[in-house]
């Protein structure tokens, strides 16, 4: 019995380890809000913010093996998309975030037409300056009436529906935590299914990918589209979260930091972009504490010593300790 | 015209700037294949060390060689004891490790040196060549000295034992070994060229910036756009390529009505994007062709 | 769920009991203040593009040493907690909740930068706690009516650029004015004041404006459009890198136009040194603040007393630069504040000291002006003094103005 659960987890292709470890992570999070206070349900709720923006980038850089730098333009967009929708149109929160995704799937799919033609550091190079061109654009004048121009845009924070005794943050919460459940589930879905073989197939051999029938066209630029989809749906979220968007907020160093964080949490892994969001909140803030003045510093060694430690990442080393485990408890 | 000739004047100028710095990432790209992010910070950290060695009396072009040789040094240990650990890892560990090691080393700067702006002397003066204001004898001078290291690098890849072997090293590190080419010294050797170019590239372009930590951030984006644009496999292509950012940087900024001012520097990029569509391996590179 | 039934009741005997307590003498406190102590909350950029502005945290920071090792305000001890946002508005909303409901200070002292303060202003003002003094000329800042928990400090952008227009109609009428300002909130509330002051000259006067991004390395381009447009009156709006670069390269290029700075780049050590004494003589701006470097203080007993701070408790610190002095002033408006918070340290009581500052004379301040607020008046330093770069100081002239703020 213990083998069988153990063997699950670690297998592939089983589910049961899956639904496990859904039902853990349920079982933790459900309570969390009246268990802590609310500053922490806060930055709990940007983790899993950020959680699904690294998602995102996953399904793109781990899945597909093409290398972007640019996906804090995506979460921008996503962003505003939501701010101008609720502060200018007064759309309800929760219809922005699919329409969010929309935008982002469109500008993603535009964005990897032409970035087919593009190999690793060229791709990486072009996404790159997708991320450092987007504040500027966000900045154009003739764009001000919408998006606020360098003042920003200020949202509300919407308050709990059909009367539940919770405040906005704890509501915000399982709000996001409902998104991001189904997000990844859909993500498990998509990365088991045959599309996800075709994506996996163009990562690790795309001419034997075409020839045994993938259309790699198509199938590049569509996963650029659904990880654009996920960040934009993120960055909605973000916005309503942190209820401000500005250009300020969206810069190179958010593409640096959800970077860093699929690296630590795992490359193809789903389940590490969560531990990639925490690390990316909250080891900066560890960081500061241990030294004001070398907080860089000390972030960048805790990196290093990081990537020596587990090069495939928290859900690597995750998989490596269950493997013994199971390997142990076989004998 | 006049203004026309006064923008592209300047555009080379600081393209210059950019075409340093292209060559240190071309330089680097030879030599592992990667690009490293870190590039620019470790080029700040040189100029800063130059600079400390001014203010305690060192004279200029003793403090710039000793610069050069400290530099060497800083990067070939860099890859010696920091990227040796994950030589096997996969590429996207190796660019997580050149951004630890931009935080690290722009937060190192700040806390030593502070965050004021200081001056950097430069060997060249500042009177102006061609009349007054169009460019100066620093501008000028910079570009020789880029154009200086860039026929060195030519030659040095080309005619010697040493950068042969470096180039196969990258290329191909499994044949190179066996023939006999000890692969990790010439990874060290060349992250310790490229920190070397670097330096030179910090100490050109202090100058004209002002010397503080956050100096290089801007400049290193152009001197990638420059290095793509060119071809990262050639060191000439990148020189032209930062000189061709520059330029095209100015003139959009300055002749595109309306919006031109406010996004030259996205401009200069979907320039970037455009040439890479085009030409997926840059305007001098050399397309690769992978066996299947 | 369980607890939750309970939690409320339970937190209402304790108010109660608590409010039935003798009312021991009239001290009130909010989280933050106790007997010993008062928590005064940070946010400033210690890294990322405005790391230079972290020198003013770190003023603060031995400023509220100094005080405590005098005895502290009425008894207590300032903990002052400073946080690093990196000059990013999420972070800044980060660690705004995190002074506010982890480390549960009384108030927000000095948060810095424009996008961040908008960032975190409707949290301050709906859980009301005070915003106080922030580190930003932006003119939004002063709006009690909308934002009672808000105070700026220094004199508001677009008043300094009402000053300039001043000055140049009264002495270049007809001057050609070429500007060039960062691409931002605080760039653009600038040429606001000067176009706003202007009035209906100011389509007929400025000829050109040229901005920059903080991400552009060198703002040479911009300054060859400038030179090129034939404008005699350059409005000079940038951070003191870029100053520094305008300085120099207009010297260059061998431009000079009558050269108008704004005042945040004012500073001798960060910014005119650097580009060199010869290239800035007869740059103008405004300050209200005394030139450490200026030999006319010499004697002064203001001077004094901050060169005093300096030895003792910042001796790392450069005195030559311009954030140190301000970092100075601010604390000991801050100070004050306390001073007549006496023990009613609310945040309701904070406020209402905080706008009931009269002819507050501080050692740094130029004779002539003093700290002023009113219930509807949330500008404490108003006034500035035209200056102009002699040599190696700055020399003031004129009278004493008070900048005029549109909305």
């Known amino acids: 019995m213990k083998q069988a659960l153990l063997a699950s987890l670690t297998s592939a292709r089983a589910p049961y380890g899956r639904w496990l470890g859904f039902a853990l992570v349920l079982l933790i999070a459900l309570p969390l809000p009246f268990l802590v206070k609310n500053f922490f349900v806060f930055q709990l709720t940007l983790a899993m913010v950020y959680a699904i923006a690294i998602l995102g980038l996953n399904l793109l850089t781990g899945f597909n093996g093409q290398f972007s730098l640019g996906h804090s333009a995506f979460y921008a967009i996503g962003a505003y998309t939501a701010a101008i929708l609720m502060d200018q149109y007064g759309v309800a929160y929760y219809w922005t975030l699919p329409i969010a995704g929309v935008v982002c799937f469109v500008a993603g799919f535009l964005f990897g037409l032409p970035a087919l033609r593009l190999e690793g550091v060229y791709l990486a190079l072009a996404t790159f300056a997708l991320a450092v061109a987007m504040p500027q654009i966000l900045k154009l004048s003739p764009l001000e009436p919408w998006t606020g121009g360098v003042q920003g845009i200020v949202i509300i924070k919407p308050n709990a529906p059909f009367g539940l005794r919770l405040n906005p943050d704890q509501w915000l919460y399982y709000f996001t935590l409902a998104v991001a459940l189904v997000l990844f589930f859909c993500a498990y879905n998509l990365v088991a299914s045959r599309t996800g073989r075709a994506m996996k197939a163009i990562r690790d051999n795309p001419i034997a990918a075409n020839a045994m029938g993938v259309n790699l066209s198509l199938c590049k630029s569509l996963t650029f589209g659904v990880s654009a989809f996920y960040t934009g749906v993120a960055g909605a979220l973000g916005g309503i979260v942190v209820q401000f968007v500005a250009p300020d907020s969206f810069t190179f160093g958010l593409s640096v930091a959800l970077f860093v964080g699929l690296v630590v949490g795992g490359v193809g892994s789903i389940a590490g972009a969560l531990f990639g969001a925490w690390f990316v909140l909250f080891v900066p803030n560890i960081a500061e504490h241990v030294s004001k003045g070398l907080a860089g510093a000390v972030y960048g060694i805790m990196l290093i010593l990081l990537i020596y430690l587990m090069p495939s990442g928290f859900a690597g080393l995750l998989r490596l300790v269950l493997v013994r485990f199971a390997s142990a408890s076989r004998r | ?292 | 769920m369980h607890m939750h039934k309970y939690l409320i009741p339970a937190l209402a005997l304790g108010l109660t009991i608590g409010a039935a307590a003798p009312a021991a003498a009239q001290k009130k406190y909010d989280p933050g203040a106790t007997d010993t102590e008062v928590k005064i909350g940070n946010i400033n950029p210690y890294s990322g593009p405005a790391s230079a502005y972290g020198t003013i945290g770190k003023t603060i920071d031995a400023f509220f040493k100094k005080v405590n090792a005098e005895g502290g305000i009425n008894g207590r001890k300032i903990n002052f907690i400073s946080y690093d946002d990196g000059y990013s508005p999420p972070k800044a909303v980060e660690q705004a909740r995190k002074l506010v409901e982890d480390d549960e200070v009384l108030l927000i002292f000095q948060s810095l930068g424009t996008p961040s303060n908008t960032a975190i202003q409707k949290y301050m003002n709906a859980k009301q706690v005070p915003q106080l003094f922030v580190a930003t000329g932006a003119t939004k800042w002063g709006d009690p009516k909308n934002f009672p928990w808000t105070m700026g400090w220094q004199p508001s952008y677009q008043g300094e650029g009402h000053i300039y227009a001043q000055y140049i109609l009264q002495n270049y009428p007809n001057g050609k004015i070429g500007i060039l300002y960062q691409n931002d909130d605080y760039g653009k509330d600038y040429v606001k004041g000067l176009k706003d002051g202007l009035g209906d000259k100011a389509k007929t006067m400025i000829i050109t404006e040229q901005p920059y991004e903080v991400a552009d390395p060198t703002i040479d381009s911009q300054m060859i459009n400038l030179k090129a447009s034939g404008a005699d009156v350059f409005f000079d709006v940038t951070t003191p890198k870029f100053a520094a670069q305008a300085i120099k390269k207009a010297a260059e290029i061998g431009w000079k136009p009558v050269h108008i700075l704004n005042q945040v780049s004012s500073s001798v050590g960060s910014v005119l040194k650097p580009a060199g004494f010869d290239n800035a003589k007869g740059v103008l701006s405004t300050g209200y603040l005394k030139d450490a470097t200026d030999p006319q203080w010499k004697d002064d007993p203001g001077l004094k007393n901050f060169f005093a701070f300096m030895d003792k408790y910042y001796p790392e610190g450069d005195r030559t630069n311009g954030l140190v002095g301000y970092g100075y002033t601010v604390s000991q408006t801050m100070v004050q504040v306390l001073k007549q918070c006496g023990d009613n340290l609310t945040r309701e009581n904070v406020m209402k000291q905080a706008a009931s500052l009269k002819n507050l004379q501080l050692d740094l301040l130029l004779p002539g002006i003093s700290i002023n607020t009113g219930p509807t008046d949330f500008f404490p330093v108003k006034q500035n003094q035209m200056m102009k770069f002699t040599s190696e100081r700055w020399e003031y002239f004129g009278p004493v103005m008070t900048g005029a703020t549109g909305s």
């Open chain 2, 1 to 292: 015209m006049e203004l026309f000739l006064h923008q592209v004047l300047a555009g080379i100028a600081t393209g210059g700037i950019y075409a340093c710095m292209a060559l240190a990432i071309v330089m680097i790209y030879q030599a592992i294949d990667h690009l490293n992010f870190a590039q620019g910070e470790m080029a700040m950290f040189s100029t800063f060390i130059a600079w400390q060695l001014i203010q305690w009396g060192v004279p200029y072009w003793a403090a710039f060689f000793v610069t050069l040789a400290l530099s060497f040094a800083g990067g070939y240990l860099i890859e010696r004891v920091i990227m040796k650990p994950i030589q096997n890892a996969p590429i996207l560990s190796h660019v997580a490790l050149f951004i630890a090691l931009f935080a690290v080393i722009n937060s190192l700067a700040g806390f030593i040196w502070e965050y004021q702006i200081k001056t950097f002397p430069t060997p060249f003066g500042t009177h102006p060549l061609f009349g007054v204001g169009l460019m100066s004898a620093h501008d000028a001078g910079m570009i020789g000295v880029t154009v200086a290291m860039l026929v060195f690098l030519y030659l040095f890849f080309r005619y010697t034992r040493i950068g042969l072997a470096m180039r196969a090293a990258a290329a191909n590190p499994e044949s190179a070994r066996l023939v006999g080419i000890r692969v990790g010294w010439m990874l060290a050797l060349g992250w310790g060229m490229a920190a070397a170019i670097g330096a030179v590239a910090g100490m050109l372009i202090a100058p004209v910036v002002f010397l503080e930590p956050n100096m290089m951030a801007s400049i290193l984006l152009y001197g990638f756009a420059g290095a793509v644009v060119g071809g990262l496999t050639s060191p000439g292509g990148a020189v032209i390529g930062g000189v061709l950012v520059g330029v095209i940087e100015n003139l959009a900024g300055t002749f595109i009505p309306y919006v031109g001012r406010e996004l030259k520097l996205s401009i200069a990029l979907a320039l970037i994007v455009f040439v890479l569509t085009v030409k997926p391996s840059g305007l001098f590179g050399r397309s690769v062709v992978h066996r299947v």
